[in-house]
């Protein structure tokens, strides 16, 4: 996967760290010089010294062949204006920071896919964002320890079975299943039935085999 991502400060520099660490491609877009210095000593990746709120710059990061971008600097407006100019591109997926929580609306009027409150600008969680996306929905809790993963099932090897034959073990529990609207705590004779939504409540370090497990 190709990832962009605007902004060399914390939450930038770190994301870019984790997906390279994963084995995507990255290139970081930063104007700032002391930042784009100590990126490209920290990077293995393409570091970028220019304004991603300018078109030369979006096409020197190569953003068109991009299966990502992340407007991850502290700054709304220049976040904003990125995101509009990227739209252009028809990006798969276009995730915005927002520090202004008031500011968040006016992201997503421009429809752009995810928009991060502060609350939620981990590095950890974009990088979620990026790598899980067949994952409806996601909560990070305690102290990121656990995650509570929302997604359809998919993978024929689950389908069929009863939840108590698979679920819990020592990295997971299924909490939830969701049939025609409705949402039940499973009894282990329930079964799972493909395109079924449920809700399971993983260990962080054991999230992406579950998804695999389940999604695949």
Not at 74 to 96: H, Q, S, T, Y
Request: with cysteine; glycine share 6%; proline share 3%.
């Amino acid at each position: 996967m190709y990832v962009v991502v605007m902004g060399g400060g914390r939450v930038g520099l770190n994301l870019a760290s984790f997906l390279i660490a994963d084995g995507h491609d990255v290139t970081l877009i930063e104007n700032d010089e002391s930042l784009c210095t100590n990126a490209a000593a920290e990077l293995d990746a393409l570091v970028i010294c220019g304004n991603g709120t300018d078109t030369k710059t979006l096409e020197e990061a190569n953003v068109s062949s991009a299966d990502v971008f992340v407007a991850a600097t502290g700054n709304d407006e220049a976040n904003l204006l990125a995101c509009i100019l990227v739209r252009e591109f028809k990006l798969p997926k276009i995730i915005a920071r927002v520090s202004e929580p008031s500011h968040a609306e006016a992201f997503r009027k421009v429809g752009i896919d995810s928009v991060i409150s502060p609350e939620i600008t981990a590095a950890s969680y974009l990088e979620k964002l990026i790598i899980r996306p067949k994952i409806a929905d996601l909560v990070v809790m305690g102290k990121g320890d656990a995650e509570l993963l929302d997604f359809n099932l998919e993978n024929e090897k689950v389908v069929g079975k009863k939840v108590g034959d698979i679920s819990p073990t020592e990295d997971f529990i299924i909490v939830a299943v969701y049939e025609n609207g409705d949402i039940t705590i499973p009894k282990p004779d329930i079964i799972l039935k493909k395109g079924m939504k449920v809700s399971i409540l993983v260990k962080t370090k054991a999230a992406r085999e579950v998804m695999k497990r389940f999604t695949k």
